[in-house]
Every structure is written in structure tokens, then in C-alpha cells.
């Protein structure tokens, strides 16, 4: 869950970038969305990882 939270945190701290880039035309706030984008993707790929690792995990422990 905690990292979750880390993702809405991330999304939330690139608002005032998203403001910038959209409404003000200011490019380096452009740049700064791409970054975390990038760093958001990564981390969605480390959930996607830990939920299918529970997934096995639980269909193991029903085969028990």
C-alpha cells in the first residue's frame, strides 16, 4: 500500500508542472513531467512485480 500512496504523492507533487507546461508555456516544466513520468513508470512496474509475487503466493498457499 505504501507505495501506492508514493505513486498519489508523485501525481500530486507534478501538479504545479502540469500548470506551468499546459497553461503558462513554461518548457522546462515539460522536461520536469517527463522525469517523473518516468520515475512513476518505474515504480508502477515495481507494483505490477509485488502483485503478481502475492498472487503466487495465495495460489500456493491454496494448494497447501
Not at 495460489?59 to 497447501?64: G, L, S
Given at each position: 500500500?505504501?507505495?501506492?500512496?508514493?505513486?498519489?504523492?508523485?501525481?500530486?507533487?507534478?501538479?504545479?508542472?502540469?500548470?506551468?507546461?499546459?497553461?503558462?508555456?513554461?518548457?522546462?516544466?515539460?522536461?520536469?513531467?517527463?522525469?517523473?513520468?518516468?520515475?512513476?513508470?518505474?515504480?508502477?512496474?515495481?507494483?505490477?512485480?509485488?502483485?503478481?509475487?502475492?498472487?503466487n503466493q495465495r495460489?500456493?498457499?491454496?494448494?497447501?
Open positions: 500500500m505504501e507505495k501506492f500512496e508514493k505513486l498519489q504523492q508523485m501525481l500530486e507533487g507534478m501538479k504545479a508542472d502540469i500548470e506551468k507546461f499546459y497553461n503558462k508555456n513554461v518548457n522546462s516544466a515539460g522536461a520536469r513531467l517527463r522525469k517523473e513520468l518516468n520515475n512513476m513508470r518505474k515504480l508502477a512496474n515495481e507494483i505490477r512485480k509485488d502483485i503478481q509475487q502475492i498472487r495460489k500456493q498457499e491454496k494448494q497447501k
